[in-house]
């Protein structure tokens, strides 16, 4: 990582989502440790996740008013103009009082006021998208971004580059290897059978607790044994089956990872990045609910032959017979895809942005 020439005030803009704050923490992590006299402040709103994350981390959180972008007339489009000013004020004076010197915005509601306070402080800031398709925030940001970074090629954000995404210290660091035989007695299974892992993120996916609630004995029949986190909120019963380890919450999703041969999932952007990173063949089925940012996010690690995409009104347990029991059985079609993900992923993307960061201040 490159060295920090002199100390730095840091403020880093983002929130809402784990997928802003996440990539923020570790970004601002990076730089505490590259210099301990740094000073690293966060923006953000009193809504977000940032509010809770932030300080537990050990990081003083700026407050900014959440100012939605309009989506249609009425009388919060009215009022939008006085209030972004407001937050734009707001972000200013932050500025001013701490003696930022650069800000680098992570996407959400704090963003976009950052870029516009930090361009009007004459103080240079950085744009990061996690996502294939770019918030409105990004967008605007990047437009005069001293330096615009993106988790996937192909992100349409001016004059960026990819960097990949800012990814947790226990995934950067993660010995799949090594830590098999201490994550298969974690979860109860066999070190020395492949492991299919199946999750959908912290509240888990109907869609697939229902497809391998009807297909977990094939699984098992093809001489695997399955990892199943099917999130806080599932129904889903525990037959209490040897090789079939079901797990409403994984607060150790690295052992999960040290544990999987191939798996199915949801295609958020920090889930891609990870997997890819980690080189482990992938099955994406992407959440249907939204502006369709989860399929994009799959797209780069589809292209390269690591993962495969099943369409989520598609995605049934007569499906995972067809489509995913094959390639449980096709070892060298595996080992193919793992080395496709490892091209495509990056354990380096907080590096990559902290370099962007270091190139704004060198200017």
């Known amino acids: 990582m490159t060295n920090a020439p002199t100390r730095r005030t840091y403020l880093l803009a983002g929130g809402g989502t784990a997928g802003h704050v996440n990539p923020l923490l570790a970004v601002a992590d990076a730089l505490r440790e590259r210099d301990a006299d740094a000073e690293v402040l966060v923006l953000g709103t009193r809504e977000g996740l940032e509010a809770r994350l932030v300080p537990l981390r050990g990081y003083e959180l700026l407050i900014v008013d959440k100012v939605p972008f309009p989506r249609r007339p009425n009388g919060a489009a009215a009022a939008f103009p006085a209030r972004f000013r407001r937050a734009v004020a707001q972000v200013r004076e932050h500025i001013r009082t701490h003696g930022v010197e650069v800000v680098v915005g992570f996407g959400g509601y704090a963003s976009a006021p950052a870029y516009v306070a930090a361009r009007r402080e004459r103080v240079p800031f950085v744009v990061h998208e996690a996502n294939a398709k770019p918030g409105l925030a990004n967008i605007l940001g990047a437009r005069s971004a001293a330096g615009t970074g993106v988790a996937f090629a192909g992100t349409p954000l001016k004059g960026s580059r990819v960097v990949g995404m800012p990814l947790r210290r226990e995934i950067v660091t993660l010995d799949r290897a090594a830590l098999r035989p201490e994550a298969a007695a974690h979860f109860g299974l066999d070190p020395e059978r492949p492991t299919l892992l199946v999750f959908g993120g912290s509240l888990g ?125 096709d070892d060298a079609r595996r080992a193919t895809m793992a080395a496709a993900a490892t091209s495509v992923g990056t354990r380096t993307g907080t590096e990559n942005v902290i370099a962007m960061i270091d190139e704004a201040l060198a200017r």
């Open 205 to 329: 996916a109907q869609r697939l607790n229902e497809a391998f609630g009807g297909a977990w004995r094939d699984v098992l029949d093809a001489g695997w044994q399955l990892l199943h986190v099917t999130g806080e909120k599932s129904e889903l019963p525990d037959p209490g089956v040897p090789g079939y380890a079901v797990a409403r919450y994984v607060d150790r999703m690295d052992l999960a990872f040290a544990l999987a041969d191939l798996i199915v999932s949801r295609a958020g952007a920090a889930t891609v990045s990870e997997i890819s990173a980690l080189g482990i063949p992938a099955v994406y089925v992407p959440y249907a609910v939204g502006n369709g940012e989860q399929a994009l996010n799959a797209g780069s690690a589809i292209r390269a032959g690591a993962a495969i995409l099943i369409p989520d009104a598609e995605f049934t347990a007569e499906r995972v017979r067809t489509e995913v029991l094959p390639l449980l059985r």
